[in-house]
């Protein structure tokens, strides 16, 4: 459904997106995610044809962005972070007035706009002023216009900023519904959001492409990357010499402890995916050394976000599942 190959955007020296390359299918609800700065918003204006890429190509339904705008432009409905309307109109002029920008056929536009206002919570809001809305209003209006004349793509930049916990809710279970029927590239930074809705996640930094996956396999994958937390009582010493005797250790972490304690808190980190606590737990037992606590290091969405945009981090394809890119 939507193909990016190669894209560059370069602000006078400043490289905004850089050789980034992913594909979109069909019916797929993609989580789109970076810090601030990281080509979110570029990479989404390029897609719908707001701003020209400076190298590098965008296809949407089979149709270049650069040589069949109209078409793109007709299969995607675009949700910017601060939605375009416009105040002193009425929420259903406003729609009427987007479906004939759209050019929505005059016969269906009627059916279409009930249609769409039932869908997004905003009949009873029909006849009021936009600028007499709450926000949380002002965005299921600008979500309307992006869903009129059915386009198959639909992109939402930011979609729940500045939401309450309400509001949040009742936005997401729109997205939920319009991914029924259409291929969604969501952009957010509630995480929760993005594990609830997305079926699969794509992070980037500085404009790379840094992982591409599900929520699900991100979170095994970092998980099976983490760790044990112990805190354990005995010789240090003694202790060292247990874990020497453990296959499948990768390296230890000790934390700071005064030279005479005997209780030493640390996190192994494993070669493989195998579960050590078992080897660990009689280990320790032949030497004497108590384990006091002991827990599986787990990963949110939120930890993996923060581990792979650290400045300094650059995960191989091999280890992310990286959409086959040039770097």
């Known amino acids: 459904m939507i193909e990016v190959d190669n894209l560059v955007k370069k602000y006078g020296s400043?490289?905004?997106?850089?050789?980034?390359?992913?594909t979109v299918e069909k019916g797929e609800v993609i989580g789109f995610l970076g810090p601030n700065g990281a080509g979110k918003s570029t990479t989404m204006n390029i897609i719908t044809g707001y701003i020209p890429a400076t190298e590098g190509s965008v296809k949407v339904n089979g149709h270049d962005i650069n040589e069949n705008p109209k078409?793109?432009?007709?299969?995607?409905?675009?949700?910017?972070?601060?939605p375009p309307l416009y105040p002193d109109m009425k929420v259903k002029e406003y729609l009427k007035f987007v479906a004939d920008i759209k050019k929505?056929?005059?016969?269906k536009q009627a059916k279409m706009m009930e249609d769409i206002m039932s869908l997004t919570g905003i009949k009873d809001m029909e006849q009021r002023l936009i600028k007499n809305l709450s926000k949380g209003y002002k965005q299921r209006v600008g979500l309307a216009g992006a869903i009129m004349g059915y386009p198959e793509v639909i992109i939402l930049d930011e979609p729940t900023v500045g939401l309450d916990p309400v509001q949040i809710i009742e936005i997401r279970d729109l997205i939920k519904d319009l991914a029924k029927t259409h291929t969604v590239i969501l952009s957010s930074h509630i995480l929760s959001e993005v594990s609830a809705v997305c079926d699969k996640v794509m992070i980037i930094n500085k404009g790379k492409l840094i992982v591409s996956d599900t929520p699900d396999n991100l979170v095994e994958r970092m998980q099976n990357q983490r760790g044990i937390h112990l805190t354990i009582k005995g010789e240090r010493e003694v202790v060292e010499k247990a874990f020497s005797?453990?296959?499948?250790?990768?390296?230890?972490k000790w934390e700071e402890e005064p030279e005479e304690s005997e209780m030493h808190s640390l996190t192994i980190y494993t070669k493989e995916t195998e579960d050590l606590r078992e080897n660990i737990f009689y280990k320790l037992?032949?030497?004497?050394?108590?384990?006091?606590e002991l827990s599986m290091m787990t990963m949110s969405l939120e930890d993996i976000f923060l581990e792979v945009t650290k400045e300094k981090i650059e995960l191989t394809p091999e280890e992310c599942s990286l959409e086959k890119e040039e770097e």
């Open 14 to 22: 400043h490289v905004a997106v850089d050789h980034l390359s992913f």
């Open 71 to 82: 078409k793109v432009k007709r299969s995607i409905g675009y949700l910017p972070e601060i």
């Open 104 to 107: 929505v056929e005059k016969a």
């Open 245 to 252: 005797e453990i296959e499948g250790i990768k390296d230890i």
């Open 285 to 292: 037992a032949k030497y004497q050394c108590p384990i006091m």
